[in-house]
């Protein structure tokens, strides 16, 4: 079974920066795709940005694209998600989570960190 732990997450002004990592243990994620999603108080789940199992292919939200950056590191089994430029409203609890290609669904996610950004 799969876990995932994020890490990184704080409180910083607007215009700063975090990295979050996502560590996983208890198998290897390298053939799933990953992906960071992000939660705001009374809004749903969204997607941030994904990057595939094989090429490394990488997408982004529109809100993000430009300020965040996705990767990932298979010899540590870990994803990282490195955010510039940070505004208010990226303040939310960001989750990674894994994509089992077999079973087309997000079979694991980690339990959250808080990312807050004052203005």
């Known amino acids: 079974q799969v876990q995932l732990v994020e890490s990184g997450g704080g409180l910083v002004q607007a215009g700063g920066s975090l990295r979050l990592s996502c560590a996983a243990s208890g198998g290897t994620v390298r053939n799933y795709h990953m992906a960071w999603f992000r939660q705001a108080p009374g809004k749903e789940r969204d997607v941030v940005a994904t990057?595939?199992?094989?090429?490394?292919?990488?997408d982004y939200a529109d809100s993000v694209k430009g300020r965040f950056t996705i990767s990932r590191d298979n010899a540590k089994n870990s994803m990282y998600l490195q955010m510039n430029s940070l505004k208010s409203e990226d303040t939310a609890v960001y989750y990674c989570?894994?994509?089992?290609?077999?079973?087309?669904?997000?079979?694991?996610w980690g339990q959250g960190t808080q990312v807050t950004v004052s203005s």
């Open positions: 990057i595939s199992a094989i090429s490394g292919t990488t």
């Open positions: 989570a894994a994509y089992q290609i077999t079973k087309r669904t997000y079979r694991y």
